[in-house]
């Protein structure tokens, strides 16, 4: 694995992410914020924060797909919200902690005024590293090429 996830044992063992990240090797990725946008373009589920959490997730996968990577080579995320309610913040992010499993990558967690588009609840960025040659050749016989190619 190009991710290896690092837990203090001096700092508060409950926080459901590791407290940082450590890339061994490949380059990185920087995706922008995957919104929750359906194929048109247009905002899924208004009003509803885990299903637009699940689309911008499921967005994020395949950003990641696309540059021949894999949930497993996220090294951080930053998740926003549209919301001043913790409540709502933690709702979307066990969302988040769902998706990467044990894969439990350090994390930031905003509330923020708005998003980008009309109702537009989450926005979900990511840092990767990609993964070995070999496995990035292996991603890319499956990866969907760019419009126009």
Known sequence: MAVNLVRSARLFADTGYAYAARASAGDLIFTAGACPLDKRGKVVAPGDLIAQTRQALANLRTALEDSAAAIEDVVKTTVYV????RGELAAAF???AAFFGDHDVPS???GVAVLGYAG???EI??????PS???RAAASQTATPPVGE
């Not at 549209?82 to 309610?85: G, K, N, R, T, V």
């Not at 960025?125 to 990609?130: D, K, P, S």
């Open 120 to 122: 537009q609840l989450v």
């Open 108 to 110: 930031t967690l905003l």
């Open 125 to 130: 960025e990511a840092i990767a590293v990609q």
């Open 82 to 85: 549209a919301s001043s309610d």
């Open 94 to 96: 066990d969302e988040v």
């Open 133 to 135: 040659p070999a496995r």
